[in-house]
């Protein structure tokens, strides 16, 4: 076990689906092997859009750690805990929001992206802030290693910038962390749109049946220039390309070639990623029935990962307060 923490979490608006694995979740399976690894559920985080409603927070949180099992997170081997469980991290966002500036969290260019998304003109202080917030989720366990999608790039930027601040100001509490980026850092929707997201609409997810993987495929955007079936196409614009090279990319070069050629038609195209998708997903689907069936398994799960969490949290606590000046008995 190599001594370096791992750390990311999802915001528990909807079930993961497959732009999360390639982005994060495959690079989590993978470093739970090597490094202690915690994986978390982002129940304030969903707060900061869905503040008016809280139960569909509370539904998915359970969908979402079954997404976690499912995808093959094993809770022996990392920690799965829940945000709003760990009140040190809401301790830690305020104590570092007194060296956050508000244009520093306006001109984040994710934040800019996702309060057009959510077509508000005026943004809540909590959304706003929540980059501050992410700095916590990372630094209450310090953790080093962040396997995230590049729309978090900017925030890893100002946790770094924040942990730095924190050391030169008080005492050197923190690790500097990093974002580690997968082979693909973001994976374009069905309908075409740049990132497949929850809020958007256009994803396929994780516990997806045969039939609808099937049928979102169907359904998903091509190259639109391509109208007949031996149009040549051009891959570099069409979804189902780029679903090729996420998860075929050994056949990726020759279906460019076939496509480029007219060769190879778009049915056809989709039909080999449905087959690939279907046997990606099948493993996952089993193992979250195993779970779903297990309520109870889940739930030990979620309390022992966030007691361990939480205990560490409070070691780090102690040592901001001292850091601060604010341990006073
Ligand atoms: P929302 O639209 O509610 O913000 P989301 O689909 O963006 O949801 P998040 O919970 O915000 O999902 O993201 C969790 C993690 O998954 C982040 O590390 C993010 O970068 C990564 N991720 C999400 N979507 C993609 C994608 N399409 N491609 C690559 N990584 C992604
Ligand atoms: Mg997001």
């Given at each position: 076990m190599i001594n370096e923490r791992v750390l990311t979490g999802d915001r528990v608006t909807g079930k993961l689906h497959l732009g999360h694995y390639v982005g994060s979740l495959q690079n989590r399976v993978r470093l739970q092997e090597q490094y202690d690894t915690f994986v978390f559920l982002a129940d304030v985080q969903a707060l900061t859009t869905h503040f008016e409603k809280p139960e569909l927070i509370r539904n998915n949180l359970y969908e979402v750690a079954l997404d976690y099992l499912s995808v093959g997170i094993n809770p022996n081997k990392a920690t799965i805990f829940i945000q709003s469980m760990i009140p040190e991290i809401a301790e830690l966002t305020v104590l570092f929001s007194m060296f956050v500036t508000v244009n520093s969290l306006r001109h984040n260019p994710t934040i800019k992206a996702e309060s057009k998304n959510s077509k508000i003109d005026d943004l809540y202080y909590g959304f706003l802030g929540y980059p501050v917030s992410q700095a916590a989720d990372i630094t209450f366990c310090k953790a080093t290693i962040i396997p995230v999608g590049e729309d978090q790039l900017p925030h890893?930027?100002?946790?770094?910038?924040?942990?730095?601040?924190?050391?030169?100001?008080?005492?050197?509490?923190?690790?500097?962390?990093?974002?580690?980026?997968?082979?693909?850092?973001?994976?374009?929707?069905?309908?075409?749109?740049?990132?497949?997201?929850?809020?958007?609409?256009?994803?396929?997810?994780?516990?997806?049946?045969?039939?609808?993987?099937?049928?979102?495929?169907?359904?998903?955007?091509?190259?639109?220039?391509?109208?007949?079936?031996?149009?040549?196409?051009?891959?570099?614009?069409?979804?189902?390309?780029?679903?090729?090279?996420?998860?075929?990319?050994?056949?990726?070069?020759?279906?460019?070639?076939?496509?480029?050629?007219?060769?190879?038609?778009?049915?056809?195209?989709?039909?080999?990623?449905?087959?690939?998708?279907?046997?990606?997903?099948?493993?996952?689907?089993?193992?979250?029935?195993?779970?779903?069936?297990?309520?109870?398994?889940?739930?030990?799960?979620?309390?022992?990962?966030?007691?361990?969490?939480?205990?560490?949290?409070?070691?780090?606590?102690?040592?901001?307060?001292?850091?601060?000046?604010?341990?006073?008995?």
């Open positions: 890893l930027e100002l946790a770094r910038k924040i942990v730095r601040r924190f050391n030169e100001l008080y005492r050197p509490v923190f690790k500097v962390p990093h974002a580690l980026i997968s082979d693909t850092p973001r994976l374009v929707g069905t309908d075409g749109n740049a990132k497949m997201s929850k809020s958007l609409g256009n994803t396929i997810e994780l516990d997806s049946s045969t039939e609808e993987i099937a049928y979102k495929i169907r359904r998903a955007k091509t190259d639109p220039a391509r109208i007949h079936k031996n149009d040549p196409g051009h891959p570099d614009i069409c979804p189902i390309f780029a679903y090729h090279c996420a998860f075929r990319s050994t056949e990726s070069l020759e279906i460019r070639e076939y496509c480029e050629q007219g060769s190879l038609g778009c049915s056809a195209c989709k039909q080999f990623i449905t087959t690939a998708l279907d046997e990606l997903i099948a493993p996952m689907r089993e193992r979250r029935s195993y779970y779903a069936a297990r309520p109870k398994v889940v739930a030990d799960i979620l309390m022992s990962g966030t007691h361990h969490a939480r205990e560490i949290a409070q070691e780090t606590m102690t040592e901001v307060r001292d850091a601060m000046c604010l341990n006073y008995f």
